[in-house]
């Protein structure tokens, strides 16, 4: 959540840092700033909004601030304070002295403000951050590194910093806990940003900062430290993510690319991993033989959000393929109510960003309670992928749209190949293996047959735009797909969307139903269609407008509904990834029509890195 850049180099700073914040604006939009230094001392723009109105003021301007060779930019989303100017990022000390960005959350900032009032402090807003900043300034005497090292000993909460000094033009400070830090590694130059999508124009090598470390950088000179343990060395690495991949690529939004990026980001997530000769899945990242898999005799998984949708299909893939019990617990409910989990069990975590905050406390419960811990994570280097030592990387590439579509599919696609193997070591036969793994291997295919139906789903979302309630239903693998389908819609559109089992429907919410409440039904073809068609005929005799997502040529279910999406004909666990993808594309046009900021919905944030 909010997004860091700083810069120090050869180039003048701003036109990075500017560039910078538009590439990490999806993880928060509600108000940005930018502060530089030189030997002429600290200039600081902020402004409340969006990037672009910060890029504006800023890129008119001439002097200091276009000629600065250091400076740091933030793009806030708020916690402590409204999303007002004075609120905005960087923060000064009290004198000035000493400026600071921040993401995380200071706990300890009332007790740091009270003390600082009580000696005369004035404070310009309602940040924790400008009582960091104050902290800073307060140990400063000359030595900025080891001012910051002071003040983050008094720290209680979370951070992820990048600091300057008025009487060390030049130098940048950054430090991490429990928010990320990368730092870019060029020539005479350095980058640093709160994730390498800020980083990838100007350098792919990086040093991903590890929670506690401090580093002073000036030009190309990196020095970490660990704040308990002194001169530390970390090793840098490449991203593999090209400069373009982080750009809309003619797209309108990321989100319509990231969806038609769908058949080519799966490709990569199953890409050498489906053996069809032994008819299994090779995830050497599990680090588990057979003999540890059959051992393992319960999966938990646990995310939040969208990763936590993908997960409860993975529920149903690992107990139908393999017949071991699975569960899903959202991440937050799994680290607070003391779960029991067994030494025969093993903790799944979903997180496309590997930063989300509940996600990685439940990783760090079920570390400590011993279990054996993978994760599933897409950006490479993030927090949860650094402190599990089992995971498979989704390989995905960079997701910028808020709502996530690609690293789902790739998710879905992964806990198949997952189930597939914990399957083969269980009880499947190596004939079913082949089977299932053959059918994974052509959700590409599936994913492109609905990309291609896009003019229609478009056509089919403008009967629908208009409404301001929705119900998705389904049955068996198909209702988690309704319940990222609802998420996908209310979150992008603003319409009221909830999923709900298709069974379930007659226990309460059909009191709701009547024309202005349209139901989409998935009634694609598989266990339990029969009894959706009912359902979806119950909804009908109640006025409700149903739009299906049917298998193509589905005469009969095309009968029952007022519109239809079509999918390939498959089996339905892998259907569920066309589903989803026609619901993505429903929403995306549901959401265009309706006029929305469809890549950054209103109080969302990419990476939900607090509680
Ligand atoms: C919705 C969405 C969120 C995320 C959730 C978890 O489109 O993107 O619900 O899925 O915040 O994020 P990660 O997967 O990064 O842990």
Redesign the pocket.
């Known amino acids: 959540m909010c997004g860091i850049v700083g810069y120090t180099g050869k180039r003048a700073a701003m036109p990075v840092l500017i560039s910078g914040l538009k590439k990490l604006e999806y993880r928060g939009y509600d108000s940005a700033g930018i502060a530089v230094t030189s030997d002429d001392g600290i200039l600081i723009r902020k402004q409340s909004g969006k990037v672009a109105g910060l890029a504006e003021i800023v890129e008119q301007e001439d002097g200091m601030l276009a000629e600065a060779h250091t400076g740091i930019a933030h793009t806030r989303w708020a916690t402590h304070g409204p999303p007002t100017t004075l609120n905005a990022h960087p923060h000064e000390g009290n004198e000035g002295r000493v400026v600071l960005v921040h993401n995380g959350i200071i706990e300890n900032h009332n007790d740091l403000r009270n003390r600082f009032k009580a000696q005369g402090h004035t404070f310009k807003s309602d940040t924790d951050s400008e009582v960091l900043a104050h902290l800073v300034e307060s140990h400063y005497q000359g030595d900025l590194l080891e001012a910051v090292t002071a003040a983050l000993k008094e720290v209680e909460g979370t951070y992820g910093i990048t600091c300057m000094a008025k009487d060390e033009p030049g130098v940048l400070v950054v430090a991490r806990s429990g928010s990320p830090i990368v730092i870019g590694l060029g020539d005479d130059e350095t980058i640093v940003a709160s994730d390498a999508s800020a980083i990838i124009t100007y350098t792919r090598q990086a040093i991903y900062l590890d929670d506690n470390d401090i580093a002073r950088i000036e030009g190309s000179k990196v020095d970490i430290r660990s704040l308990d343990k002194g001169a530390v060395s970390r090793t840098p690495s490449e991203i593999d993510w090209s400069p373009g991949a982080a750009e809309k690529g003619g797209y309108e939004h990321y989100m319509l690319k990231e969806i038609f990026e769908q058949p080519e980001a799966i490709s990569n997530t199953i890409r050498g991993r489906i053996d069809l000769n032994r008819g299994t899945a090779i995830l050497s990242g599990l680090n588990l033989s057979p003999r540890e898999l059959v051992a393992i005799q319960r999966l938990l998984i646990v995310?939040?959000?969208?990763?936590m949708n993908a997960g409860l299909i993975g529920e149903y893939a690992v107990e139908d393929f393999a017949a071991i019990p699975a569960e899903v617990e959202q991440a937050a409910e799994f680290r607070y109510r003391n779960p029991i989990v067994g030494s025969r069990d093993m903790v799944l975590a979903?997180?496309?960003?590997g930063?989300?905050a509940d996600?990685l406390a439940a990783v760090r419960e079920a570390v400590e309670k011993g279990s054996l811990v993978a994760a599933l994570v897409n950006v490479v280097g993030s927090t949860i992928a650094r402190e599990t030592s089992r995971g498979i990387y989704l390989h995905a590439g960079p997701e910028i749209s808020?709502?996530?579509t690609k690293?789902f599919t790739s998710q879905v696609s992964t806990l198949l190949m997952i189930a597939l193997k914990f399957a083969r070591a269980h009880r499947l036969s190596r004939e079913q293996g082949i089977k299932i793994a053959k059918e994974i291997e052509r959700i590409p295919e599936l994913v492109e047959a609905v990309l291609k139906t896009n003019d229609q789903i478009s056509e089919v979302a403008a009967h629908y735009a208009h409404y301001n309630n929705a119900f998705f239903i389904g049955r068996g693998y198909m209702y988690p797909v309704a319940l990222e389908g609802a998420?996908?819609l209310k979150?992008i559109s603003y319409i009221h969307a909830e999923g709900y089992h298709a069974a379930e429907l007659k226990h309460g919410p059909i009191a709701l139903l009547e024309e202005s409440m349209p139901v989409i039904a998935l009634l694609n073809e598989g266990p339990g269609q029969e009894k959706t068609l009912s359902n979806v005929a119950e909804c009908k005799a109640r006025s409700a407008p149903v739009l299906g997502v049917i298998t193509e040529g589905d005469e009969e279910a095309r009968a029952a509904c007022d519109h239809v999406i079509e999918i390939p004909s498959c089996p339905q666990y892998s259907s569920v990834v066309p589903a989803a993808v026609a619901l993505q594309l429903l929403s995306y046009h549901i959401a265009r029509i309706r006029g929305c900021a469809i890549d950054q919905p209103r109080n969302l944030a990419?990476?939900?890195t607090v509680e």
């Open positions: 995310g939040c959000g969208t990763s979903i997180s496309q960003s930063e989300t996600t808020v709502a996530s690293a998420l996908k979150e990419k990476s939900v």
